[in-house]
């Protein structure tokens, strides 16, 4: 049983991952965006003391509901980077806490690798993500601050191979949302607008693409052409909720085409056959859809994370640190929330 917690950013979350089931057994999550919203994005100060009002009473709600005692866990396992410097500390002070009373282990998690790892929990026959047959892969990190092609060789064995140049995908939707008057975060709001629009009318950049080897992103300039085409269309006299959609719908057919095709174009790259999606973004129906559809034609297999699992979640922070232990993890000494916590080849725990 391992005790999985989350404080990076603006989820405070906490889930009792059971190694011999595979299974969650219970799990809670506040999201404290409602808090953020009217300022328009995430205030590091105010997620702290959020995460500070929560975590206990998570933590002893999923413990509760397991009916387990702290002392029969065989570890904990907590965000340590990257992400808001206040907030990790948050999670990473009641980690130690926890464990100094009940004598358990703690394990620092990066914040990125269970991210790319989060697709094993839907997976039936756990572990096949991760599993040699379909090694090596390709995983597409896309969140609100990382847009990440990572070659994935086993645990721990990660190379990034592509990778944005400025913008990340989730904070294109982002502050692209703003630009509309959405809420934020802005890609659920992008997304649920997109719905009833029409995605060929603005004609938006599909940025880097020119170049038929560069698996790099770029996304600023399509949050500045979406500011041109706003300017312009607030001086006409249209009906905002029509051209809004039509805007939400173009923007995420370019966010979506450009994702696809770089990271089909990194799987002909590097011959591999297997790629997973994870992050918030991820969580966008239309590029799974989308991505599955082009990948067909090419041979290529693609898995993703439950919708629940793609945004911040701590039940892929549990599963990491299972998949360590299981692969004989050895104590890391001395270690400490690092906000710039870089996932690079078998720099992980
Ligand atoms: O992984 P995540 O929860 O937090 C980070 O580690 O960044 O990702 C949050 C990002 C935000 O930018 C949000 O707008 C985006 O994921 N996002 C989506 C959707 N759901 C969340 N973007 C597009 N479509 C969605 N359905
Ligand atoms: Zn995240």
Known sequence: MILGIETSCDETAVALYNGNSRLIMSERIASQVETHAPFGGVVPEIASREHLLALPKLANEVMQEAGLAWSELRAIAVTAGPGLMGALLVGVSFARAAAAVHKTPVLPIHHLEAHLLAPILSDSHANITISANILPYITLLV????????????????????????????????????????????????????AAGDAQRFKLPRPMMRNPTDI?????????AVLYQVRKLEKQKEKQSTWQADMAASLQLAVAEVLVAKSLRACKQHNIKHLTLAGGVAANVYLRQHMTNQAKDLGVSVAYPDLKYCTDNAAMIALTAYLHLQNGYKNVGDWDANPRWKLGASNTI
């Open 143 to 194: 969140s609100g601050g990382h847009t990440l092609l990572i070659r994935v060789a086993g645990l721990g064995q990660y190379s990034i191979i592509g990778q944005t140049v400025d913008d990340a995908a989730g904070e294109c939707f982002d502050k692209s949302a703003r630009l509309l008057g959405l809420p934020y975060p802005g890609g659920p709001a992008i997304a649920a607008l997109a």
């Open 216 to 224: 790099n992103f770029s996304f600023s300039g399509l949050k500045t």
